[in-house]
């Protein structure tokens, strides 16, 4: 076992009652997908856990801007997303998800008038997307993406094989953000939560990891320190 395992098993997995970010992203989706859905997964990459989970809920089409997607063995269908423009047709969908693909888009706008398109009236948009105003999407948005190819598989404990970080703009990862650009675009927000969970993001060294722990343990004690956590999970509904 590695000191990594270790942790997250004493820190974490240990507690009662505790569920990653990821199953916790799979109940948000469960809980706003009906059974036998017709789902998007809009940033679906290569087979992942979630493109598996949510292939049990219903048909699942995947789309994203990398071919690879094509490779995803959990889609009953997959193409590519060029210029931002979703190939779909209108209402072709019940659900879309997508799982930390928001702060890579540059033109929210854009983006959320191809889901609303997409989406059959009163379908749910269902995301989970890093909050800018925690301190580690922070730093990304302030720094250059040169510095994120060279730490970010690091500090997440990724190997030299991992691809680099997509380019990120954070133009909808605040609370604000979101409403606003949702009311402009004919999204009600059904659910807008955030969740701070086991720092995976500090995966190099145990001080590091001890010192996410403690700031966990710290915005998740009170309400009053919610805009501090790590992430966004939101669920936006189509009028």
Not at 143 to 151: D, K, Y
Not at 161 to 174: E, F, K, L, R, V
């Amino acid at each position: 076992m590695t000191w990594q395992e270790d942790y997250l098993a004493r820190f974490y997995r240990g507690r009662p009652g505790w569920r990653d970010g990821t199953r916790e992203f799979h109940d948000l989706c469960r809980a706003n997908i009906p059974q036998g859905a017709r789902i998007l997964e809009v940033g679906a990459g290569p087979t992942n856990p979630t493109s598996r989970f949510l292939a049990s809920l219903g048909t699942l089409t995947g789309a994203d801007p990398d071919p690879a997607v094509r490779d995803n063995t959990a889609l009953a269908a997959a193409a590519t997303i060029e210029a931002g423009r979703l190939p779909f047709a209108d209402a072709a969908f019940d659900a879309v998800v997508s799982n930390y693909v928001v702060e890579h888009v540059a033109d929210p706008s854009q983006h959320l008038a191809e889901i609303r398109r997409v989406l059959a009236p009163h379908g749910r948009y269902v995301f989970r997307t890093p909050n800018r105003h925690h301190y580690v999407a922070t730093v990304s948005w302030l720094t250059p993406h040169w510095f994120h190819a060279l730490v970010a598989n690091r500090l997440r404990g990724r190997g030299h094989g991992d691809h680099d970080p997509y380019p990120t703009s954070y133009a909808m990862n605040t609370e604000r953000a979101v409403t606003e650009l949702a009311a402009a675009r004919g999204f009600a927000v059904t659910s807008l939560r955030h969740v701070e969970k086991e720092p995976s993001y500090a995966m190099l060294a145990r001080p590091l990891f001890l010192a996410g722990v403690a700031y966990e343990r710290t915005v998740n004690a009170s309400e009053a320190l919610r805009h501090l956590r790590s992430n966004l999970f939101v669920v936006l509904t189509r009028s």
